[in-house]
């Protein structure tokens, strides 16, 4: 289960950079409204900034969801590890045993 969450998580994290990445920026906005190469895009000038903020929501929920998975599995494997049992680290003396002494 692991390692299921822990490859879920690093597809989501390298689709997270790549999504971040084809965004553009604040000042992308002015340039589009004048008529810049965004607006003839698949989804339209503002479609396709639409689009790609809802992706990277999802994708961010996504990412924060296996986060707290990996941490709550990570804990549950370190839990019993740290635990002291008394019964079984109970130290055991062994009785002296009589040897004959040296003449």
Known sequence: ???IILAVHIIVAISMI???L???GKGADAGASFGAGSASSVFGGAGSANFLTRATAVLTVIFFSTSLALAVQA???VDGQYKLDDSATALQIPAP???P???
């Open 101 to 103: 002494a040296s003449k």
């Open 75 to 77: 804990r549950k494997q």
């Open 1 to 3: 289960m692991f390692n």
């Open 22 to 24: 084809i965004q553009h």
């Open 18 to 20: 790549g999504l971040i």
């Open 97 to 99: 045993s009589e040897t």
